[in-house]
């Protein structure tokens, strides 16, 4: 039994191993990439619109919805990394229905470089909006004793949000094909629409903890302008 895709090797030479996890990130992200060029080729403002473009244009919506009410305020600059982050997790997910298909996010490499984006995706969007000043000097807030605690927290909660995407997918992965062995006719069909179902709210949790870390690093100036504003 395969918990993770790390564990399907499809050929190895020396230090080189072309695991499934490598193999099926590329093929989503070829897919995705084709996907948004075939939708997005021949976009219309006038109807009737493709129903692609409909679909697009819900999702889209609804991505900044979430990310309006996570970061309390416009969505524009934040929609292409957060959008990015939900639809390569969301489609990894839902093509476990595809027999033989095994999520990357079900890999802890996968899951830890989708951390570590939104590790430095923090840094970058509060320097961007605050200053790289009130940036820096958040961490020493409300007293320069609490640096070494907010650089651990920036740590952990990067190290959190990787462990908890791939312990989720890859316990899902797991039940289901417990499941299977057991109990082979009828469980297949509804435990991989369970674990789709799961995919994709995990997909929602990891990007809404994502801007929500985000939104956290622009919070000092914020409050500040608010302070500043007069009656």
Not at 113 to 128: M, Q, R, S, T
Request: glycine letters at 6%; charged letters at 10%.
């Amino acid at each position: 039994m395969d918990i993770t895709p790390d564990s399907i090797i499809f050929w190895q030479w020396q230090w080189f191993t072309l695991n499934a996890t490598i193999v099926f990130t590329w093929l989503l992200m070829i897919l995705l990439v084709m996907g948004s060029w075939l939708i997005t080729r021949q976009l219309s403002v006038k109807p009737p619109l493709s129903r692609w473009q409909t679909t697009l244009e819900i999702i889209i919506e609804q991505i900044q919805n979430q990310i309006r009410d996570a970061s309390g305020g416009e969505s524009g600059q934040f929609l292409p990394f957060i959008g990015t982050l939900f639809l390569f997790i969301a489609t990894a997910n839902i093509l476990t229905i595809i027999p033989g298909y095994q999520s990357p996010a079900g890999s802890l490499s996968t899951t830890t470089a989708l951390a570590l984006c939104v590790f430095v995706a923090v840094p970058i969007y509060g320097i961007k909006n605050v200053g790289l000043g009130n940036y820096l000097r958040h961490y020493v807030r409300p007293t320069p004793i609490m640096l070494p605690f907010n650089l651990i927290g920036e740590i952990s909660r990067t190290v959190s949000l990787a462990v908890r995407l791939f312990g989720n997918v890859m316990s899902t992965s797991l039940l289901v094909a417990i499941l299977i062995s057991i109990v082979p006719l009828f469980f297949p069909v509804v435990m991989t629409l369970f674990g789709v179902l799961v995919g994709v709210i995990q997909a929602y949790v990891f990007t809404i903890l994502a801007m929500v870390y985000i939104a956290s690093g622009m919070r000092f100036q914020d409050r500040k302008t608010r302070n500043e504003t007069p009656e």
